[in-house]
């Protein structure tokens, strides 16, 4: 393992976006950095500039008016990148999946490499999320649950 | 010597970070985190949008290394001030020179910034060539004894002059203005050419605290325990205040700042100490 490999692992930077969800896992993303969960002492910010990031954090289900804001994101992100889709509309749609301005999870418009569920995703679970995301950028295989 | 200024800098960094989650009862990155953020970004995929921005961040890093070797080699403090100047105003065209509204308005920001705390600077350093007839940092080790005795106020203006140079509130218009401006001049800086900017405000940071310490120049170390100091009480300032606006950072710095110094050397004038 490269020095550069292992600088990858301890310092990730994040872009979040919300694609158009209720703001629950927004606010439960912004509670990771929060004293309690403090995530920053494992060196993950929420840089916001996405030529910066290494994870996109996304959140909420993606509509025709936002798609091409996500995909143009999406590009601007340098490799090695994560993308972690948080909560279930980011995941499959969740509650909006009919409606006809959606059109589903952040899969259908980006490449998804972590999935985490929940409505609203739990800190914890994110941060899992987000250590699995880290894993896979060192290359190691993830582990699977039975 | 020199070539460890970026070093001490990206100590002194995570330091910052380290201090800052300890006052917000979080537990803080590692000691080592500026040097992981920065071998990170050098690893990243390059990505850029105007031919001219890796040059004039390598003119950032230049400069701020040119900068640290003349105070390293006891030179004049004027071409130290000089010579920072054109690494920032490197920073600032490069920020200009990409099309992106929140670069371009920060790189206004920063050149503000420039115009509060330069001519402090180099009024300091004019009472300091008062006090020890020389701009040379030679000059103030030949000159014997502790500055801090005979210009306590200079210090306190120089201190205004850390804030701005650390981009800390309140006055952080320019490069940590997050909520209003992404990442301030870094906005359009990625991979490689942001990790080279990262070692120049490094080796920037260690060059003030290099010349802070200068205050006490017969002891390094009580030199060095001063701007260490004054680095902490930054830091204080930084989780207290909230951003203030460029034209207050402008009132402040030029009113308080001028004023200080100004009537210090009065003093001195009137102490007799200086003609």
Redesign the interface.
């Known amino acids: 393992m490269t020095?550069?490999?292992?600088?990858?692992l301890?310092?990730l930077?994040v872009v979040h976006f919300d694609c158009g969800g209720c703001n629950g896992c927004d606010i439960e993303v912004l509670a990771a950095l929060t004293?309690k969960f403090?995530v920053?002492?494992?060196?993950i910010v929420n840089?916001?500039?996405p030529?910066?990031a290494?994870i996109m954090v996304l959140t909420g289900p993606v509509n025709h008016k936002n798609k091409r804001v996500l995909r143009d994101l999406y590009e601007?992100v340098?490799?090695?990148k994560m993308v972690i889709a948080v909560g279930t509309c980011a995941c499959t749609g969740g509650i909006f999946h009919n409606c006809p301005n959606i059109l589903g999870g952040v899969n259908k418009v980006v490449p998804v490499d972590v999935y985490v569920p929940g409505c609203a995703a739990r800190p914890e679970q994110i941060i899992d999320g987000v250590v699995l995301a880290m894993k896979k950028l060192a290359g190691e295989a993830p582990e699977e649950d039975e | 010597m020199a070539l460890a200024t970026p070093l001490i800098g990206g100590l002194l960094m995570g330091v910052d970070r380290k201090l800052t989650a300890r006052m917000q009862e979080r537990v803080g990155p590692p000691l080592a985190q500026p040097f992981y953020d920065a071998l990170k970004l050098w690893g990243k995929t390059v990505m850029i949008d105007s031919s001219l921005q890796p040059a004039l961040a390598f003119g950032y890093l230049g400069f701020a290394l040119v900068a640290a070797g003349l105070v390293t080699f006891r030179q004049n403090l004027l071409l130290v001030l000089f010579v920072t100047g054109m690494a920032d105003i490197c920073l600032t065209v490069a920020a200009f020179d990409a099309k992106s509204p929140y670069s371009y308005l920060s790189g206004r920001r920063e050149f503000l910034a420039m115009l509060s705390y330069e001519p402090v600077m180099l009024l300091a350093y004019t009472a300091i060539f008062m006090v020890t007839g020389s701009f040379t940092i030679r000059g103030i080790y030949e000159y014997g004894a502790p500055l801090l005795l005979v210009l306590p106020a200079a210090l306190v203006a120089l201190e205004i002059v850390l804030v701005i140079e650390m981009k800390k509130s309140p006055f952080d218009v320019s490069g940590h203005a997050h909520q209003e401006l992404v990442r301030g001049v870094f906005t359009e800086f990625s991979g490689y050419t942001m990790a080279l900017i990262e070692l120049g405000r490094w080796t920037k940071l260690a060059t003030t605290m290099m010349i802070l310490s200068l205050f006490w120049a017969p002891s390094p170390v009580i030199g060095g325990a001063i701007s260490l100091v004054m680095f902490f009480v930054v830091l204080m300032v930084d989780n207290l205040y909230p951003r203030l606006t460029w034209q207050r950072m402008l009132r402040t710095t030029w009113a308080v700042g001028f004023a200080l110094i100004l009537l210090n050397v009065a003093a001195l004038a009137v102490g007799g100490v200086i003609l």
């Open positions: 020095l550069v490999q292992k600088a990858r301890k310092s930077w004293p403090d920053e002492r494992f060196g840089i916001g500039d030529k910066q290494d601007e340098p490799d090695p």
